[in-house]
């Protein structure tokens, strides 16, 4: 693929996460002319801690340190937090979507029938997860297998490196409709930064970017941001078409973890089954990390007595849907708990604690509150109308930004929804 940019594209996309991806892929399989900027690197995936602290760990970029001193995490590279995240599937609500004039149900049912969606055959399932399932099902709960974006066939047990970027292929990432986008012709340039948007007579021309320290621009009818939940909002504000400040979500979790004996694990894939209390806004599922990883949160505990206890601790996850508040400003992202959030949280741990305390796990203790879905910060019905355009005529944003409400589930299959949709939208302009 050619670094050197092309005189007139058709499209250009910002940002190459699920929702760009997935616009760029649709449009370049209908022949249309894409561009697709993204700051991060596109180097393969290798499955390393060191390859994913500089995806998600760098501060001010991948990692956010809030207010209340918790972490917001994303993922800066081809394919954004998908590189490095957890490859569970929740199908969108359709009716929340529905009642904003989005219809996702069509393309919910393409991507079904494409994708590797499912839950895990029972071999690739962890005995962490398992030991979880039957402490849960022993209180009666409804804790059933999840649906992940893996293919089986290609997973292995006994990996730890989900969470590191699955450089097995196993895992699906925004990258594989990247890759196929460019098969069709669509370029990627990467360590693209993009600053802001070209407008001319209310309309939308192209953007301007920063590539080894040179600023250059490039030019397209149509313009499609899909910097993420953080990095839309900043890019509509230095365009001029946003307030400093857009509030968000950002689905807290908190890690509770409890050591049992009969297992020598700690290397599984993350969240294979798990229980949802929508009508809470409370999800609670197994969370095995990478040693590293439980060595942070165990740290951050001040637990310093489990730092070496990680092949036989349990941890489930407990994430909560958060109230949208907080800003999101053009150098910082920062989201206190509210007190409705807190007892989310609150109910969800006292949950996780007697599931663990019926898997027969002791020495019980919690993380600190974390967050890696920021969203909500550009929604339909407020900062984009039904098909996604925003404040200028052809600009457009395809990602969580756009999630009209709080939220609470993974995004990633509602983004790929929102992708396939928009990118049929604009094929028809
Ligand atoms: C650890 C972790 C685990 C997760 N687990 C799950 C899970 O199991 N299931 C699930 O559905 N979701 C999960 N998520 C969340 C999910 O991956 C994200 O919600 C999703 O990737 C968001 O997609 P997006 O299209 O909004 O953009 P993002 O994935 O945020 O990507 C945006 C991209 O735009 C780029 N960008 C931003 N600004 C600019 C700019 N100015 N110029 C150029 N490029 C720019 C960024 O570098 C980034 O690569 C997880 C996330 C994390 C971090």
């Not at 027969?360 to 919690?366: D, L």
Request: proline share 6%; net charge positive.
């Amino acid at each position: 693929m050619t670094d050197a940019l092309s005189p007139s594209y058709d499209a250009i996309v910002v940002g190459s996460g699920p929702g760009g991806a997935t616009v760029a892929r649709q449009l370049a399989r209908r022949a249309r002319r894409v561009l697709v900027l993204e700051q991060g690197s596109a180097a393969p995936l290798a499955g390393t801690l060191g390859q994913m602290a500089k995806i998600a760990a760098v501060p001010g970029k991948g990692m956010f340190i809030q207010r209340d001193a918790s972490l917001l995490v994303q993922g800066i590279t081809a394919g954004g937090s998908s590189a490095v995240n957890f490859a569970t599937a929740a199908a969108p609500p359709l009716e929340m979507f529905a009642s904003y004039g989005v219809d996702l149900a069509p393309s919910l049912r393409e991507l079904r029938a494409e994708l590797p969606i499912g839950p895990l055959p029972d071999t690739l399932v962890g005995p962490m997860a398992a030991r979880i399932m039957q402490g849960a099902h022993a209180l009666g709960l409804d804790w059933q297998k999840l649906d992940k974006m893996i293919r089986p066939q290609i997973c292995r047990s006994g990996c730890w490196r989900c969470a590191y970027g699955c450089p097995f292929g196993a895992k699906w990432t925004a990258r594989d409709f990247l890759d196929e986008a460019g098969k069709h012709g669509a370029q990627l340039l990467d360590r693209a930064k993009v600053l802001r948007v070209v407008l001319e007579n209310g309309r939308a021309t192209g953007v301007e970017f920063k590539r080894d320290g040179q600023l250059q621009r490039a030019h397209a009818p149509i313009v499609v941001l899909a910097g993420g939940g953080v990095g839309s909002p900043r890019l509509l504000h230095s365009s001029g078409l946003r307030p400093r400040a857009s509030s968000f979500f950002n689905d807290p979790v908190i890690a509770v973890m409890g050591s049992v004996s009969g297992i020598d694990g700690g290397a599984e894939v993350p969240m294979a089954a798990g229980l949802r209390m929508d009508a809470d806004g409370i999800t609670l599922a197994d969370m095995t990390l990478p040693e590293p990883m439980y060595q942070g949160f165990t740290a951050q505990a001040g637990r310093f007595d489990r730092l070496f206890a990680h092949r036989h601790t349990l941890s489930v996850m407990v994430k909560i849907r958060d109230e949208i508040g907080g800003a999101i400003g053009p150098r910082w992202a920062s989201k206190c708990l509210q007190p409705s959030d807190r007892k989310k949280l609150e109910t969800g741990v006292e949950l996780a604690r007697e599931i663990l305390a019926a898997a027969g796990a002791t020495h019980v203790f919690q993380s600190r509150h974390f967050a890696a879905h920021p969203g909500g910060s550009v929604r339909i019905g407020d900062g984009v109308d039904s098909d996604l355009q925003a404040g200028a005529k052809n600009l457009f944003v395809c990602d969580a930004s756009v999630i009209p409400q709080a939220w609470g589930l993974p995004p990633t299959l509602t983004l790929l929804c929102l992708g396939t949709r928009l990118g049929e939208h604009l094929a028809r302009l």
